[in-house]
């Protein structure tokens, strides 16, 4: 079985919806969002369609006609298969968090807490925004399919518990610093 990045995966996918140029992949990412959450620059698409194509996942329909033309790409038998194994490995995965403020976190000891604690009211000041923002985006694209209702949701529900995480963080580590104060 061919393994594929979530990066892969998600090119795949808009090609199992029809076949694709690069150029036209880029603006569906942009208009859909997708770029915030899959990372896929316009530039790694071109890349990873390449690396498609030699996994077998894809192959080029048709004969790109003038040396502006774009090459289309259609999905194969093998990356339908593969689309299928990594989206389902997708959704029943718990991968561990790659959350940089952990690290940040855990050198906590080595901090001034008041400086440290303002960095994370200043990180709950732009969890606060991107809820905002995340709201705005999911309001003004209704009525959706119900699968990308619940792409906006998860993101907005992980924001909101970040916040509230972030709420009851604070104000711990304000209790302790107040406690460790002479």
């Not at 940089?100 to 807490?113: E, I, R």
């Amino acid at each position: 079985m061919v393994e594929l990045t979530p990066s892969e995966t998600a090119i795949l996918g808009l090609i199992a919806e029809r076949p694709r140029h690069g150029y036209e992949i880029d603006e569906i990412i942009e208009a859909r969002g997708l770029r915030e959450w899959a990372g896929i620059g316009f530039s790694s698409i071109y890349f990873l369609l390449q690396r498609l194509e030699r996994k077998g996942c894809v192959r080029p329909q048709g004969r790109p006609a003038g040396p502006k033309a774009r090459k289309l790409y259609a999905i194969t038998r093998q990356g339908q298969d593969a689309l299928e194994a990594s989206s389902l490995r997708l959704l029943a995965e718990l991968p561990p968090p790659a959350a940089p403020v952990l690290t940040g976190l855990a050198n906590w000891p080595s901090l001034d807490p008041a400086r440290a604690t303002g960095a994370l009211k200043a990180r709950r000041k732009a969890v606060e925004a991107e809820i905002a923002r995340l709201a705005e985006r999911w309001t003004g694209r209704k009525p959706l399919p119900v699968f990308a209702d619940r792409m906006f949701a998860y993101g907005l529900a992980l924001a909101e518990a970040e916040r509230a995480w972030l709420d009851a963080t604070i104000a711990e580590l304000e209790r302790a610093d107040g406690q460790a104060r002479p």
